[in-house]
């Protein structure tokens, strides 16, 4: 069974910031790689979606790396801000019907 | 381009109970899968359903059972509810298939009292 872990679980920075949050999953043959963001009692938001064959994927500040060999993705947030403050969760599925999701990163940008 | 809808948003209900959550998967969406977050934790998957028919299940008891409907909509139903089925209930569609991007909805808070 696919296990998700992502580290840290709780990060604070000030605004302006770069910084990287680590996904990492114990089976790596994965479908793909999803990086979602979750506001407080609110449902997921899809941010990048790294296909199995890829090593990389960008959106404006955001950039996430996948590398399959040693179970690992990362996210990197450019110049942090107050409205970047969420959850971040990776999921990493090995099948076509199941997300195995980590426990989240719990991010904060202080202004 | 219409995006996943779930309702009711909140939902508190008694133990023993039924309940019967709803989602309006995307627009040219097939596969409606369905997941349980308890509070701190990630998403479970509960179960999957492609073109009206069931496409996998997590480790969940026959209780949580599932539909999905011609238009691709789906509905979670849940019986004999316990204190621990309390969670938020997130539904997500995806256009093929379970293995390509995963959209999801706000998400139904139910409270078992």
């Known amino acids: 069974k696919q296990e998700v872990t992502q580290i840290p679980a709780a990060l604070s920075v000030p605004e302006g910031e770069n910084l990287v949050l680590n996904c990492s999953f114990t089976d790596s043959a994965i479908y793909n790689l999803q990086w979602f963001r979750q506001d407080p009692g609110k449902g997921l938001t899809s941010l990048l979606l790294i296909q199995s064959s890829q090593r990389e994927q960008t959106s404006g500040r955001l950039n996430a790396s996948l590398d399959k060999s040693s179970g690992r993705s990362t996210l990197y947030i450019a110049a942090s801000q107050p409205g970047d403050s969420a959850t971040y969760l990776c999921a990493a599925p090995t099948g076509a019907n199941n997300l195995f999701f980590g426990t989240g990163t719990r991010l904060t940008v202080i202004p | 381009e219409t995006g996943v809808t779930q309702s009711p948003t909140h939902l508190i209900k008694t133990r023993g109970q039924q309940v019967t959550l709803r989602c309006s998967s995307q627009?040219?969406?097939?596969?409606v899968s369905w997941y349980q977050q308890a509070l701190g934790q990630g998403p479970q998957f509960i179960f999957q359903y492609y073109r009206e028919e069931e496409n996998g299940r997590g480790n969940f008891p026959p209780r949580f059972s599932g539909l999905q409907f011609p238009n691709y909509s789906s509905e979670l139903n849940v019986n004999a509810l316990e204190l621990d089925d309390s969670a938020l209930y997130l539904c997500?569609?995806?256009?093929?298939?379970?293995?390509?991007?995963?959209?999801f909805g706000q998400g139904t808070r139910l409270t078992v009292v």
């Open positions: 627009s040219g969406h097939n596969t």
């Open positions: 997500a569609s995806s256009p093929e298939g379970g293995s390509t991007e995963a959209f």
